[in-house]
T-cell receptor
Framework: GAVVSQHPSRVICKSGTSVKIECRSL??????MFWYRQFPKQSLMLMAT?????????EQGVEKDKFLINHASLTLSTLTVTSAHPEDSSFYIC????????????FGEGSRLTVL | GIQVEQSPPDLILQEGANSTLRCNFS?????LQWFHQNPWGQLINLFY???GTKQNGRLSATTVATERYSLLYISSSQTTDSGVYFC???????????FGKGTMLLVSP
């Protein structure tokens, strides 16, 4: 299967700072990547769809000015949590579709954010 | 959007037992996947199965698209099978997946 990698896997930051999470497709090109958030003991909820070379599409209730998404190349999407607050603490996971594996989505390892 | 429901929410097994996890979805699908989320949070792809039956070792899955459900079978369970199993589906070719709430599986020695 295809490989999607995220970095960092864990990050702790102070309230008010910004944190950037990277999502890379290692062995394929991804014109579209998806960002999910997962709170403890809950399911994954889609935050936004990241499109290479264009603006991201955000799900209802997700603040686009707080969660900045940049998909600058066919192998890299970044999620920046701006002015982080403790309620932003969560597990963030990205995914991408490899067109060689029709329809199947592959997920990164996830990034656990803790805001103090 | 499509709704995905999983059952049971929790399952406790003795090592060596078999189990069946169910996933119901509200609309026709063109993508259905099963995942195992390990203790570190990583989602492991188990099956891509919008229809039909597949097997991989002790795991197998069946999706009956006309009746809008999918089943994941785990045979001869091992302690390493513990974790959360998610079913996720989509009904649009280029959209992402909608996840069910998962089944928390605990396999005890």
């Amino acid at each position: 299967g295809a490989v999607v990698s995220q970095h960092p896997s864990r990050v702790i930051c102070k309230s008010g700072t910004s944190v950037k999470i990277e999502c890379r497709s290692l062995d394929f090109q991804a014109t579209t990547m998806f960002w999910y958030r997962q709170f403890p003991k809950q399911s994954l909820m889609l935050m936004a769809t990241s499109n290479e070379g264009s603006k991201a599409t955000y799900e209802q209730g997700v603040e686009k000015d707080k969660f900045l998404i940049n998909h600058a190349s066919l192998t890299l999407s970044t999620l920046t949590v701006t002015s982080a607050h403790p309620e932003d603490s969560s597990f963030y996971i990205c995914s991408a579709r490899d067109r060689r594996h029709t329809g199947e989505l592959f997920f990164g390892e996830g990034s656990r954010l803790t805001v103090l | 959007g499509i709704q995905v429901e999983q059952s049971p929410p929790d399952l406790i097994l003795q090592e060596g037992a078999n189990s069946t996890l169910r996933c119901n979805f509200s609309d026709s699908v063109n993508n259905l996947q099963w995942f195992h989320q390990n203790p570190w949070g990583q989602l492991i792809n188990l099956f891509y199965i919008p229809s039909g039956t597949k097997q991989n070792g002790r795991l197998s899955a069946t999706t009956v698209a006309t009746e809008r459900y999918s089943l994941l079978y785990i045979s001869s369970s091992q302690t390493t099978d513990s974790g959360v199993y998610f079913c996720a589906a989509s009904n649009s070719g280029y959209s992402t997946l909608t996840f069910g709430k998962g089944t928390m599986l605990l396999v005890s020695p």
